[in-house]
T-cell receptor
Framework: NAGVTQTPKFRVLKTGQSMTLLCAQD?????MYWYRQDPGMGLRLIHY???????AKGEVPDGYNVSRLKKQNFLLGLESAAPSQTSVYFC???????????????FGAGSRLTVL | GENVEQHPSTLSVQEGDSAVIKCTYS??????FPWYKQELGKGPQLIID?????GEKKDQRIAVTLNKTAKHFSLHITETQPEDSAVYFC????????????FGTGTRLTIIP
């Protein structure tokens, strides 16, 4: 039982390049989330998904796109990377609201992205 | 929307002493307040949470208190140990929906042996 797995763990991009971060969970969670963590800013929600085939914007969605084609996977894409997107990205998952423990977020180990 | 402020940003305590981290929130409708611990190189992990119908909750050496009138809640760690060194995040939400969870800016706790 791996929990939430993020790939890659580290990546360096040049401004304007594109990339995709992959998040996979094996807990059969309905909900999945992408956060970014910046010094002094805490964790800010980028996008989230309440089920396969659905996505929604969070607090800071600009410059990012997401897809949830399979229940266990949630992809975060950067179409044209900018230095402001240098950050540590965390994926998380949880049960839906009608399940016990729905409020507990299970986080991955993070992906550190540097945009030069 | 909700705004959560967390203090202090860094905290150093001697091993065995107590540590207290405080958070304030702005939305009086908030009713769920979790605390997450992030160890170096790992993702945050829930350590304790409290709902608005409870004033205090304890789990071994950690406790959380909630003052709804003042809109603040605190994390208390007693008999601190080296493994308590981490970054701690408070959070708040008003509808149990995790998409509305607003995190504080984090407190880096260092336990001095």
């Amino acid at each position: 039982n791996a929990g939430v797995t993020q790939t890659p763990k580290f990546r360096v991009l040049k401004t304007g390049q594109s990339m995709t971060l992959l998040c996979a969970q094996d807990m059969n969670h309905e909900y999945m989330y992408w956060y970014r963590q910046d010094p002094g800013m805490g964790l800010r929600l980028i996008h989230y998904s309440v089920g396969e085939g659905t996505t929604a914007k969070g607090e800071v969605p600009d410059g990012y796109n997401v897809s949830r084609l399979k229940k266990q996977n949630f992809l975060l894409g950067l179409e044209s990377a900018a230095p402001s997107q240098t950050s540590v990205y965390f994926c998380a998952s949880s049960y839906s609201l009608d399940r016990a423990g729905a409020n507990v977020l299970t986080f991955g180990a993070g992906s550190r992205l540097t945009v030069l | 929307g909700e705004n959560v402020e967390q203090h202090p940003s860094t905290l150093s305590v001697q091993e065995g002493d107590s540590a207290v981290i405080k958070c304030t929130y702005s939305d009086s409708a908030s009713n769920y307040f979790p605390w997450y611990k992030q160890e170096l190189g790992k993702g945050p992990q829930l350590i304790i949470d409290i709902r608005s119908n409870v004033g205090e909750k304890k789990d071994q050496r950690i406790a959380v208190t909630l003052n709804k009138t003042a809109k603040h809640f605190s994390l208390h760690i007693t008999e601190t140990q080296p493994e308590d060194s981490a970054v701690y995040f408070c959070a708040a939400t008003s509808n149990f929906g995790n998409e509305k969870l607003t995190f504080g800016t984090g407190t880096r706790l260092t336990i001095i042996p």
